[in-house]
């Protein structure tokens, strides 16, 4: 029997056979630990009938994962170079493997239910977790991540760490950390410990308007300098900003990765962004 895929030997074998080098500017590093496997297929609520969507399948260990369960499958890959790599390790499976960029994906067509099991690639990572948000068939999305964009999901605001991403993932629900995953559970090794989390999207709630989100993105843009700042760089007038401030209570220096998004609101309303 062969060792199984996500084997060190194995992954170099596949790759040397297939004349294939692990690209890094397209966040190629394969995970090799199959603990880690198990453990965010299992997270990510891989289940017999459940509609999931994988981004970036590679070799496909964690698809395999997440098919052997029973899952319906679809997983979306750029690098064409895989196609025959995939044929072979995905094979007697039922998943279907969509070619193309994931930004271009239409994510508003997945069906209610959909749970996105990923390890993403990290330079795109903050815009494909706003389409996920956005997308109202997604319920929850479990994610192999850098471990400084977990911190960043999870913050609160007053922390370090709060800004535009943990603002919209506690708009739509919330964020839980799974557990952090060592270097050397990649091929190759990446250069920053990684985390797995999960968020959980509360479509009960009405989705925040785009003018709002617009806004917080405006709002928290340097999250550093002052929120009164930043709505000046976004192109508001200071005598409104001032007036807005007053009325939501906020010092007129407060830092923009202080202030709460219920007081966001408040000023979005009083400048007119929404009603
Ligand atoms: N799932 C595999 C694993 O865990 O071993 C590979 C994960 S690797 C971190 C990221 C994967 O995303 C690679 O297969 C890469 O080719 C793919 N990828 C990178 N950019 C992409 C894009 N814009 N659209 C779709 N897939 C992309």
Redesign the pocket.
Known sequence: ALAPL?SPARVRELLTRHGLKP?KS???????DGNI?RAIAEAGGAQPGVPVL??????????QEIARRGAQVTT????ER?RPVLAETLDGLEVQVVW????N?DYASLPAGTRVI???????TGLLLSRFMRAPGIVSATV?VQKEVAQRLAAKPGSDNYGFLSAIASLYGSVRHVRDVPKGA?FPAPDVTSSVVRLDFDRSRPAPEPEFLSFVETALHHRRKTLRNNLRLGGFEGEAIDEALAAAGLRGDVRAEDVALGDLRDMAVKLGVVR
């Open positions: 996500y690209t397209l966040g190629q590093n394969f995970l090799i496997l994988e981004i970036g399948p590679g070799l496909g260990v964690l698809t979306l890959e750029k690098d895989l193309g960029d994931a930004l994906f990923a390890n993403l690639p990290y330079y795109i192999l990649f």
